[in-house]
């Protein structure tokens, strides 16, 4: 996911230190990310289009060093890209993992990986919509607001292979949801109205990427 739009204003691994059956991934957040990125090489982004983007992911069924280079690559490149969170297939590769360095809305930096991700249902009386404006690397330089809750749990495993559960608020619950988006073949765009597909469209073709990107055929 892209960085929020500076226009508008909002209100690894980690160790197994978890609060309410909820994986604490703040602590030693700077170090873990700059651990992940310095071992990793950063790729180029793929943009829309790519059909690599389009299509459900592969469940992640080996957890081992390629997997944990993979991690890597992808921490070095979402800092490349300057990003808060990147999907596997935003640099090229068909697994079900993502890697986030996402802040929350009082400023407190989440770091972490999650493979084969689940979006867990809420119900009914927890379903505050939040329409704050959304960004994609892989549709660079554009934004449009999108309702998404404002809270979100996203289970699925950490790069051992052990069972982890992850709740967001806010900005960080719209990363949690946008990066899984990914992984099942959508992208936030999929999610607007033709007109703001379309304005969102023109913004990319308008813009230029501060980050080298895959060409599409």
Do not use: W
Request: glycine fraction near 8%.
């Amino acid at each position: 996911m892209a960085q929020q739009d500076s226009g508008q204003q909002v209100a690894g691994e980690v160790d197994e230190a978890e609060t309410s059956g909820f994986l604490d991934d703040t602590v030693d957040a700077e170090a873990r990310e700059q651990a992940h990125r310095e071992r990793g090489t950063a790729r180029p982004i793929t943009v829309v289009g790519n059909p690599v983007l389009h299509r459900g992911c592969q469940d992640v069924t080996a957890f081992d060093d390629k997997l944990a280079q993979l991690i890597d690559d992808m921490f070095a490149s979402q800092r490349a890209a300057e990003g808060v969170g990147l999907a596997a297939n935003q640099i090229g590769v068909d697994l079900r993992v993502f890697v986030y360095d996402c802040p929350d809305d009082e400023g407190v930096r989440h770091v972490g990986a999650i493979c084969n991700p689940v979006i867990e249902e809420l119900p009914a009386d927890r379903r505050e919509l939040d329409e704050s404006n959304e960004g994609c690397l892989s549709v660079p330089t554009a934004y449009a607001p999108l309702a998404r809750p404002d809270y979100a749990i996203c289970r699925g495993q950490d790069l051992r292979g052990n069972p982890v559960a992850v709740e967001g608020r806010g900005y960080f619950a719209r990363c949690l949801q946008h990066e899984t988006d990914h992984l099942n073949g959508y992208l936030y765009i999929d999610r607007l109205s033709k007109r703001d597909r379309k304005d969102a469209l023109r913004q990319m073709a308008e813009g230029t990427p501060r980050y080298e990107t895959v060409p599409n055929d």
